[in-house]
């Protein structure tokens, strides 16, 4: 079976770095994602990475990937108060177009 | 920048009712989903919709949901006899094609049922 964890919550200060973690336990998962939900909005896609990289960096965003470990880590550099929301990582297994959710790491910064 | 819309923001029913969520993908995507988020669970997946027809579907998505493509904008999924817990966040997400692109989302329909 497939099962995607993260930590429920983290909570940070301005202008640190927050890194937000997550396992999964399908390896023929092809492609991973990061999503972010403001509150009362919807999903927002930040970033993906194929499952053949082991980084990928997209501005303040670094996505790190250990296949070994089938762990995923979100770190956003420089953390502002706006990005308190809920990020949720998400895989794609071989062969499927759909999508399987862990529950969502609810980060707060505080100024 | 094209995005997936969905209608409305929020609906409540009364238990037993029909309802029907509405989406418009992006336009030139070819695969169309329905994904619910119970409050303070997972983002699940429901169904999924290619070429006019099912193309996979969960143990979720039992006989009193259904999906329509009723023309060449518009998916919808209707649920029957709405009970309390299809209280959710229903959420429609489409892709451009194949299996390895990313899904854009839309900002969902938040669905009481009283």
């Known amino acids: 079976g497939e099962d995607v964890e993260q930590s429920l919550f983290l909570s940070v200060r301005e202008g640190d770095s927050s890194v937000i973690n997550c396992t999964y336990t399908?390896?023929?998962?092809?492609?991973l994602y990061w999503y972010k939900q403001e509150p009362g909005a919807g999903l927002q896609l930040l970033t993906y990475?194929?499952?053949?990289?082991d980084m990928k960096q997209d501005q303040r965003l670094t996505v790190l990937l250990n296949k070994k470990d089938k762990h995923l880590s979100l770190r956003i550099a420089d953390t502002q108060t706006g990005d308190s929301a809920i990020y949720f990582c998400?895989?794609?297994?071989?062969?499927?177009?759909?999508?399987?959710f862990g529950k969502g790491t609810m980060l707060l910064v505080s100024p | 920048e094209p995005e997936v819309t969905q209608t409305p923001s929020h609906q409540v029913t009364q238990m037993g009712q029909e309802v029907i969520l509405r989406c418009v993908p992006i336009?030139?995507?070819?695969?169309f989903y329905w994904y619910r988020q119970i409050l303070g669970q997972k983002v699940e997946f429901l169904v999924s919709?290619?070429?006019?027809?099912?193309?996979?579907k969960s143990e979720i998505f039992d006989d009193q949901f259904s999906v329509e493509r009723p023309d060449g904008s518009n998916f919808t999924l209707k649920i029957r006899s709405t009970k309390l817990e299809d209280s959710a966040m229903y959420f429609c997400?489409?892709?451009?094609?194949?299996?390895?692109?990313?899904?854009?989302f839309g900002q969902g329909t938040r669905l009481t049922v009283v």
């Open positions: 997400a489409s892709t451009p094609g194949g299996r390895n692109t990313e899904a854009f």
């Open positions: 399908d390896s023929s998962s092809t492609y």
């Open positions: 990475i194929f499952s053949n990289m």
């Open positions: 998400a895989e794609k297994r071989k062969g499927y177009s759909t999508l399987t």
């Open positions: 336009s030139n995507h070819l695969y």
């Open positions: 919709f290619y070429n006019n027809e099912i193309s996979e």
